[in-house]
């Protein structure tokens, strides 16, 4: 069983940064790629970033790019995503998101764990 675990979420103004982590007890770590996506009230669901099996291929969504940092630490199985200069149209609820099957920030439905989401609130 995969107990994620999920936190890093919060409030912030325009301009901030926050960083958000996710743990995957009981989940090969090393075995899986990761993503995160968000979803605002009334949205759909987007990919933000994924990151490979080890690191060294990410994507990000074009309107992020620049300003998130995915990344992945296989010693101490925790992946993260760094957001700096955060503005209001990033407000949202982040998952994080596993799958053994290669990264993408389009297709959710390949992802076989999720996070239960933490609340990133961006104030003007």
């Known amino acids: 069983q995969v107990q994620v675990v999920e936190s890093g979420g919060g409030l912030v103004q325009a301009g901030g940064s926050l960083r958000l982590s996710c743990m995957f007890p009981?989940?090969?770590?090393?075995?899986?790629?990761f993503a995160w996506f968000r979803q605002a009230p009334g949205k759909m669901r987007e990919g933000v970033s994924c990151?490979?099996?080890?690191?060294?291929?990410?994507y990000y969504a074009d309107s992020v790019k620049g300003r998130f940092t995915i990344s992945r630490d296989n010693a101490k199985n925790i992946l993260s995503l760094q957001m700096n200069n955060l503005t209001p149209e990033d407000s949202a609820t982040y998952y994080c998101?596993?799958?053994?099957?290669?990264?993408?920030?389009?297709?959710?439905?390949?992802?076989?764990?999720w996070g239960q989401g933490t609340q990133v609130t961006v104030s003007s």
């Open positions: 998101a596993a799958t053994t099957r290669y990264c993408s920030i389009s297709e959710p439905d390949r992802y076989d764990y």
């Open positions: 009981g989940l090969r770590f090393d075995g899986h790629e």
């Open positions: 990151i490979s099996l080890k690191g060294g291929v990410t």
